[in-house]
């Protein structure tokens, strides 16, 4: 298969690499750009883990040609800190103690990053529909719900 | 090994409608459609289905569009995404039945990606032979697999993979119809008589066809009330036990008119019309809604399947019609997923 030179504009940065059509987004971004952030569990577009921003919206690298990046902005967690600052949401799962594993946490954050932009007060159970994309096996979810009522809380007071 | 790769498999990416009708007529089943990707790259990856060709139609400009029309009403392009048709505000407004039963689709990530088009053409599914290409390896091909036996009904003479997509009754609500595309002319037909009933070949689109539209009428004058409901075993992300749309025309009397359509329960969605008819000059009571229900049960014959038997899916059949007849008589448009 012939690879093809794309632009890629992951978290601010363009980068031009060879993909070929058959490689998904989330194999361009971990095996070419080494953003490794970007999980792989399922592989089918089940589990949430390899969530990603394009055009601000979250979707499934794992479902993704890389060859369909191109031309979009895509945010990986890897984007989401400032420097050493990080994003009120990463805070908000470090505090409540979110992460246990780790492996479902960027997709988890990147989801709850989006659906924080939509929803200004979100109750307990829009908190639940809007991160039923991303299974966690460890935390039951109760912390990351938790984590994430605080974010939107401390922002309505900020 | 790592199994989880795309195969290999020619890339096309068509920028007109008639160059993508000249591929499909030229790759025949060899090639397959790729839009939001959802159903055809977990296939690929589990090796399900095998292609030489794969043609991306993202890039041909009106499969974006969703175009309304006062006479002949909503278009809506194969390359536009559930997302896309929640948010629009003319789907809101006068279709809110499709909004509803979109938002049923799958989780945010998906829908996001997931076309309304490529929702209508999802294969049937089945929990054997959507399995890892590893798990077949160890045995006898299905039907849908081109062997001689189905695992779903045990002694099956034919594939009783389900019919799962979550829209498809709302579009049959609807009235809803598919442009069809090929390289011997354009055809539509009304997505009610879209399926085949046959789970290796779920959808009655010949080779050498695409879809290029849904076209969904205006309603005629007077009051639709319209929900959907659907229930599934998690209440999270999973396929349908049943998904249900009613829409009923009310007058002064009681029903004046109905479109009643489920899918989920079976190898092909069902219009039932029988119910239809029973309600149809009836005022809305519990002696309307049980003889409905029961013609309803009647013209409907649910599967068995992973966390659902047949007893269990006619009862949840019947207290889904129950409760969604009660909410939108009461003037509410209902979406229930758990």
């Known amino acids: 298969m012939k690879k093809r030179l794309i632009e890629l504009h992951v978290n601010g940065e363009s980068h031009e690499i060879a993909v070929k059509p058959n490689d998904t987004l989330l194999e361009a971004l971990r095996e070419k750009l080494h953003l490794v952030g970007t999980k792989e569990a399922c592989s089918v577009g089940e589990c949430g883990a390899c969530t990603v921003l394009m055009n601000g919206r979250p979707v499934l690298s794992c479902l993704t040609l890389a060859l369909d990046g191109a031309g979009t902005q895509i945010t990986t967690i890897e984007g989401l800190s400032e420097g050493e600052t990080l994003d009120p949401l990463q805070e908000a799962f470090m505090e409540h103690g979110a992460v246990q594993c780790g492996f479902c946490t960027p997709g988890m954050i990147l989801t709850a990053k989006e659906f924080l932009k939509r929803a200004d007060t979100p109750g307990l159970n829009e908190i639940k529909e809007a991160i039923s994309g991303n299974f966690c096996r460890c935390t039951g979810y109760t912390k990351i719900i938790e984590a994430i009522q605080a974010a939107a809380n401390a922002r309505q007071k900020a | 090994m790592n199994n989880m790769r795309l195969?290999?498999?020619?890339?096309?990416?068509?920028?007109?409608?008639?160059?993508?009708?000249?591929?499909?007529?030229?790759?025949?089943?060899?090639?397959a459609?790729?839009?939001?990707?959802?159903?055809?790259?977990?296939?690929?990856?589990?090796?399900?289905?095998?292609?030489?060709h794969l043609i991306n139609i993202k890039g041909i400009p009106e499969f974006k569009k969703v175009a309304y029309d006062d006479n002949r009403g909503l278009s809506i392009g194969p390359a536009v995404t559930l997302r896309d048709i929640i948010d629009h505000p003319i789907v809101s407004e006068s279709y809110p039945l499709l909004a509803k039963a979109a938002e049923a689709v799958g989780f945010n990530q998906l829908r996001n990606m997931a076309t309304l088009v490529g929702n209508l053409c999802l294969d049937s599914k089945c929990?054997?032979?959507?399995?890892?290409?590893?798990?077949?390896?160890?045995?006898?091909?299905?039907?849908?697999?081109?062997?001689?036996?189905?695992?779903?009904?045990?002694?099956?003479?034919?594939?009783?993979?389900?019919?799962?997509?979550?829209?498809?009754?709302?579009?049959?609500a609807l009235e809803a119809e598919l442009v069809i595309r090929s390289v011997r002319g354009k055809r539509r037909t009304l997505v009610e008589d879209f399926f085949t009933g046959d789970g290796r070949r779920p959808h009655?689109?010949?080779?050498?066809?695409?879809?290029?539209?849904?076209?969904?009428?205006?309603?005629d004058e007077g009051s639709w009330c319209q929900g959907f409901m659907k229930k599934s075993t998690r209440g999270s992300v999973d396929f349908a036990i049943a998904s249900l749309s009613v829409r009923l025309k009310m007058n002064h009397k009681g029903v004046e008119d109905a479109r009643i359509a489920l899918n989920g329960v079976s190898?092909?969605?069902?219009?039932?019309?029988?119910?239809?008819?029973?309600?149809?000059?009836?005022?809305?009571?519990?002696?309307?809604?049980?003889?409905a229900i029961h013609l309803v049960l009647e013209e409907t014959t649910p599967l068995s399947s992973v966390g659902s038997s047949v007893f269990?899916?006619?009862?949840?059949?019947?207290?889904?019609?129950?409760?969604l007849i009660e909410t939108i008589t009461r003037g509410e448009q209902s979406h229930m997923k758990r």
């Open chain 2, 127 to 172: 929990p054997y032979f959507n399995q890892s290409a590893l798990w077949w390896k160890s045995r006898p091909e299905c039907f849908k697999g081109g062997g001689d036996r189905c695992y779903m009904v045990k002694g099956g003479k034919g594939c009783f993979a389900l019919s799962a997509a979550d829209t498809v009754s709302a579009l049959i």
């Open chain 2, 33 to 52: 459609i790729l839009a939001g990707g959802t159903d055809i790259i977990p296939m690929l990856k589990r090796r399900n289905r095998a292609l030489e």
């Open chain 2, 204 to 219: 009655d689109l010949e080779k050498d066809e695409v879809v290029a539209a849904v076209l969904i009428p205006l309603s």
């Open chain 2, 312 to 323: 269990y899916r006619k009862n949840m059949i019947r207290v889904m019609f129950n409760d």
């Open chain 2, 267 to 291: 190898t092909k969605p069902i219009r039932a019309k029988g119910a239809e008819g029973c309600m149809i000059g009836k005022e809305v009571n519990d002696d309307t809604v049980s003889q």
């Open chain 2, 7 to 31: 195969p290999k498999f020619s890339y096309h990416e068509p920028r007109t409608t008639d160059e993508l009708v000249d591929m499909k007529g030229a790759f025949m089943e060899g090639g």
